[in-house]
Nanobody, 125 residues
Framework: QVQLVESGGGLVQAGGSLRLSCVAS????????MGWFRQAPGKEREFVAV????????YYADSVKGRFTMSRDGAKNTMSLQMNSLKPEDTAVYYC??????????????????WGQGTQVTVSS
């Protein structure tokens, strides 16, 4: 059973930065896609960033490209999301997720079968 635990959320002013972390346990995940998604109140969960595998390509949503940077450490089963130049519209609960032996588009939530509990990010204007 895979478990994911996020940390690092909080309240920040617009233009500020936060770093989210995700620690995975239960199995080695370096060969599986891992990603970040977010969900704002009243909206669907949306893709933020994904790494196809540890050492593979990383993809970003257009809304965060150039501001957010995802990294992962396959040996430690961890990943992070460095968020810079934050905007009020980035306010959401952020989730880390992993797709273990699943199929589908990397940028769709349905591809991912293990999720963390989420961490709140609030950006004030």
């Amino acid at each position: 059973q895979v478990q994911l635990v996020e940390s690092g959320g909080g309240l920040v002013q617009a233009g500020g930065s936060l770093r989210l972390s995700c620690v995975a346990s239960g199995r080695t995940l370096r060969l599986f896609p891992m990603g970040w998604f977010r969900q704002a109140p009243g909206k669907e969960r949306e893709f933020v960033a994904v790494s196809s595998w540890s050492g593979g390509s990383t993809y970003y949503a257009d809304s965060v490209k150039g501001r957010f940077t995802m990294s992962r450490d396959g040996a430690k089963n961890t990943m992070s999301l460095q968020m810079n130049s934050l905007k009020p519209e980035d306010t959401a609960v952020y989730y880390c997720a992993v797709a273990v032996f699943s199929s589908g588009e990397l940028t769709t939530a349905s591809r991912y079968n293990y999720w963390g509990q989420g961490t709140q990010v609030t950006v004030s204007s």
